[in-house]
Antibody, heavy 118, light 113 residues
Framework: QVQLVESGGGVVQPGGSLRLSCVAS????????MHWVRQAPGKGLEWVAF????????YYPDSVKGRFTISRDDSKNTLDLQLNSLRPEDTAVYYC???????????WGKGTTVTVSS | DIVMTQSPDSLAVSLGERATINCKSS????????????LAWYQQKPGQPPRLLFY???TRESGVPDRFSGSGSGTDFSLTISSLQAEDVAVYYC?????????FGQGTRLEIK
């Protein structure tokens, strides 16, 4: 079945870095755009990154632009998110999500937790 | 950026009764070129990731019970549950995908009265 499994979360100090990964299965990964969405503890959903199916375009909100980088490796069915210059407000569950068409998300992983704290 | 505002923030409805959640965008998310509203609805139960319920504002995702309906156009949208069931307790989010940054509403918590 269609599945997304995130990994790489953990506890990191402010200013530190972390790399999240998402392994996809059950669908032709290279045909689909992908997203990262995060959810701070007890808060709502915040979109943080998008990459087109061919990797040609990447988009970010201002809150993470210049600090986060999304990438994909279609040979490994893997989506990554490099998180640099982390801040306490980046603490959240990070979800990987598949884009069906044009920006809505039809499959979600269970998430990986990032905690930024000294 | 397009701001999505949901109302109410929380809602308590009796089992079997109707529940309606509203979502308003700060600018139109209707594309006149294809007459599509670039709006999705998601359901999130405690400890679970979000689940897609509707896209294009009113197209129900496969497997979503037909007691759920999505409506609206332009800037004003609604999610309605015609007869609330216990398993519908969740937080519901709207999301616009008309333009980046993609943005979500703040969420509406639905509970049983």
């Amino acid at each position: 079945q269609v599945q997304l499994v995130e990994s790489g979360g953990g506890v990191v100090q402010p200013g530190g870095s972390l790399r999240l990964s998402c392994v996809a299965s059950g669908f032709t990964f290279s045909n689909y755009a992908m997203h990262w969405v995060r959810q701070a503890p007890g808060k709502g959903l915040e979109w943080v990154a998008f990459i087109r199916y061919d990797g040609s375009n990447k988009y970010y909100p201002d809150s993470v632009k210049g600090r986060f980088t999304i990438s994909r490796d279609d040979s490994k069915n893997t989506l990554d998110l490099q998180l640099n210059s982390l801040r306490p407000e980046d603490t959240a569950v990070y979800y990987c999500a598949k884009d069906r068409v044009r920006g809505y998300m039809d499959v979600w992983g269970k998430g990986t937790t990032v905690t930024v704290s000294s | 950026d397009i701001v999505m505002t949901q109302s109410p923030d929380s809602l308590a409805v009796s089992l079997g009764e109707r529940a309606t959640i509203n979502c308003k965008s700060s600018q139109t998310i209707l594309h006149t070129s294809n007459s599509k509203n670039y709006l999705a609805w998601y359901q999130q139960k405690p400890g679970q990731p979000p689940r897609l319920l509707f896209y294009w504002a009113s197209t129900r995702e496969s497997g979503v019970p037909d007691r759920f309906s999505g409506s609206g156009s332009g800037t004003d949208f609604s999610l309605t549950i015609s007869s609330l069931q216990a398993e519908d307790v969740a937080v519901y989010y709207c999301q616009q995908y008309e333009s980046t940054p993609y943005t979500f509403g703040q969420g509406t918590r639905l509970e049983i009265k």
